[in-house]
């Protein structure tokens, strides 16, 4: 009977807290993403995001099923992929991005720039065009955050061979060209790096914390213990991962701040000797514990019940033990 009563009351906060879709039409057939105010608008003060691809960005009722559920356990921020294969076009509609802001949500364009890693040498300036128009349009269409991901060389081959410092100066004048471009629309620039670029110094890739850092706003290291594959260690301590690869990125970092993907799938979680529930909390923990601005769970399979269970217990405890020492605090015993 108590757990009917608990279902029935949770269909009844989900109903209140989020329109249908009739409704969504309504909400937001008249606001454009584009009037939201620049100057009023609030970032998170930390990140607590998740990821979510096209198909979950653009379906109203899979987009409003992950609000629910993110809003009941904390997560303030929504990573939407919006690109719809290859389409040089932003998939993802102002009214969806209304949508987000409206129910207190930071949604963040990711655009995928090259695919597996830059392979082919050099880059029509086509390509690359396509790529800022995307981002373009989704700064048209309200995001305040343009993410993109995959902006680098690939690790296996390259079509011409390129020194380390040809990379570098290739990725970040890419880089300043879409910041000088987007300058008009004043949004920030987010770039996706390998978990293993904040603990070395030069990498095949072309990603280095020193160039990120002169271009972007926000770096967000991948620090999924799974592909640490080079050390058995790194693989199965989650926390000591992410604390370390966030920490060195910070201390790397003297413009952009840190915002650490972690691993919301259970890729050699097995390694680790822990449950998948703590293997989430850890990461969680470790983010906290390093000072960055925050992080994005990641699942490709958008699977994020158990994320979303451990995410609001975390918070939960954090915010009962802190009741408790304002407690004692008050009765003189600390």
Not at 304 to 311: E, G, I, L, N
Request: hydrophobic content about 40%; aromatic content about 12%.
């Amino acid at each position: 009977m108590h757990k009917k009563f608990i279902v029935l009351l949770s269909a009844v906060i989900i109903f209140t807290a989020f329109s249908t879709h009739s409704s969504f039409s309504e909400n937001t057939s008249e606001t454009s993403g584009t009037n939201i105010d620049n100057n009023s608008y609030q970032f998170p003060g930390f990140y607590k995001g998740i990821y979510l691809n096209v198909y979950s960005a653009r379906n109203i009722d899979r987009l409003t099923g992950f609000m629910v559920k993110a809003k009941e356990t904390g997560i303030n921020t929504l990573v939407l992929d919006v690109q719809a294969g290859k389409a040089d076009a932003c998939a993802v509609s102002e009214k969806i991005v209304s949508y987000c802001v409206q129910n207190g949500f930071h949604p963040v364009a990711r655009i995928v720039v090259f695919p597996d890693g830059l392979s082919k040498y050099p880059v029509s300036a086509e390509y690359i065009n396509n790529i800022i128009n995307i981002a373009e349009q989704a700064c048209e269409k309200g995001f305040k955050e343009i993410q993109f991901d995959y902006i680098r060389f690939s690790d296996i081959r390259v079509s011409k061979r390129l020194s380390l410092e040809e990379k570098y100066v290739f990725i970040e004048g890419f880089l300043q060209k879409t910041r000088d471009k987007l300058l008009k629309y004043n949004v920030k620039i987010a770039v996706d790096v390998f978990g293993r670029i904040p603990l070395n110094k030069n990498d095949a890739i072309g990603q280095k914390m020193e160039i990120m850092d002169r271009v972007a706003d926000i770096i967000c290291p991948m620090a999924y213990p799974s592909h640490y594959t080079w050390s058995n260690n790194l693989m199965a301590d989650p926390y000591h991962t992410v604390y370390i690869t966030s920490k060195s990125a910070k201390e790397r970092s003297k413009n952009a701040e840190i915002v650490t993907y972690i691993q919301a799938f259970q890729m050699k979680v097995q390694k680790s000797n822990l449950t998948f529930e703590k293997y989430i909390e850890e990461q969680i923990k470790a983010v906290h514990d390093s000072g960055v601005r925050g992080y994005i769970l990641w699942n490709a399979s958008q699977k994020y019940d158990v994320a979303f269970k451990v995410a609001g217990e975390y918070y939960k405890s954090v915010q009962e033990a802190l009741n408790l020492n304002s407690k004692k605090k008050a009765s003189g015993e600390m």
